[in-house]
């Protein structure tokens, strides 16, 4: 299915947790356009990145005329790459292999919004490499839980991606529904 096609079919929830499998041909462009999608509707939220430095993100995003402004962002590379960690916007943490500081820091990052609000994690597929798959499982079905609790849009994105598979199986069922965006 198409990033669009996905985007109309979770629109119809107020609240879900989705499990979006993504092509890594297509990947950078499915996460613009579905946080894109997000902020044309007004819609703030949270985006945990894994994968990409805050600075690269606010970069990419402007380009693509997403307000920046409406988004939170935790950032899991920055620290691990000896960045500069000072941001408004952002909370920095040491590395995506601390599970339980993402935890806390998207705790504080949904409690500051007040209203309706999107939770986008990026991605699974980076957690893998610093922690063993029960360790994410475990870490999905702690995060889908919370999602439920914030009373939000949330999205999980993973890569598509063989190996995966397994987790993926195990983890489908802590979700609403499961994206395959090609």
């Not at 198409?2 to 996460?31: G, M, P, S, W």
């Not at 599970?99 to 990026?122: C, N, P, R, T, Y």
């Amino acid at each position: 299915m198409k990033v669009k096609e996905a985007f109309t079919k979770i629109n119809k929830l107020d609240e879900y947790v989705a499990l979006a499998i993504v092509d890594a041909k297509k990947y950078q462009r499915t996460n613009i356009e579905l946080i894109k999608s997000f902020v044309k509707k007004k819609i703030p939220g949270v985006y945990v990145t894994l994968s990409k430095p805050y600075e690269t993100l606010v970069k990419i995003f402007k380009q693509e005329g997403i307000d920046t402004e409406m988004i939170i962002f935790i950032d899991a590379v920055t620290k691990t790459v000896g960045g500069v960690e000072k941001k408004g916007n952002c909370l920095f943490i040491g590395s995506p292999e601390n599970l339980s500081d993402i935890g806390i820091a998207m705790d504080q990052a949904v409690k500051a919004i007040e209203k309706e609000k999107f939770v986008f994690f990026d991605s699974l597929s980076v957690l893998l490499i610093y922690n063993d798959s029960t360790s994410v499982a475990k870490f999905v079905h702690f995060l889908a839980s919370k999602m439920r609790v914030w009373k939000v849009k949330g999205i999980i994105i993973n890569l598509k991606r063989k190996e995966d598979e397994k987790l993926i199986k195990e983890i489908i069922q802590f979700c609403d529904i499961r994206l395959d965006i090609k």
